[in-house]
């Protein structure tokens, strides 16, 4: 059974920087993408970034690149979104993803697919 755990949200000012973590268990995750999305109140889940576990690949939305950063530790089955330049329009519900495939499919997954954590609170104050 997959089983994903973010942690690091919390409350930042805007231009501040966050990390947040999925620590992951469950699978060797051999050939899946691991990533992250966001949910914003009164918004849809949208896609934030993505990464190959087998492979260094990694795939950004067009909001976030340049800005955040998305990096594994096999060893540790570990996943790691860091987060800079952060803007109130960052604020939002991250949650940790899952899925067997390449990145950028795991990029257009729906919320009843996959696996995903529990979500870890972001707010970014102006």
């Known amino acids: 059974q997959v089983q994903l755990v973010e942690s690091g949200g919390g409350l930042v000012q805007a231009g501040g920087s966050l990390r947040l973590s999925c620590a992951a268990s469950?699978?060797?995750?051999?050939?899946?993408?691991m990533g992250w999305f966001r949910q914003a109140p009164g918004k849809e889940r949208e896609f934030v970034a993505a990464?190959?576990?087998?492979?260094?690949?990694?795939y950004y939305a067009g909001s976030v690149k340049g800005r955040f950063y998305i990096s594994k530790d096999i060893a540790n089955n570990m996943v790691y979104l860091q987060m800079n330049t952060l803007k109130p329009e960052d604020t939002a519900v991250y949650y940790c993803?899952?899925?067997?495939?390449?990145?950028?499919?795991?990029?257009?997954?729906?919320?009843?697919?996959?696996?995903w954590g529990q979500g870890t609170q972001v707010t970014v104050s102006s």
């Open positions: 469950g699978s060797t995750f051999e050939n899946y993408a």
């Open positions: 993803a899952a899925a067997p495939g390449p990145n950028r499919a795991l990029a257009t997954m729906k919320p009843d697919s996959g696996y």
């Open positions: 990464i190959s576990w087998s492979i260094y690949s990694t």
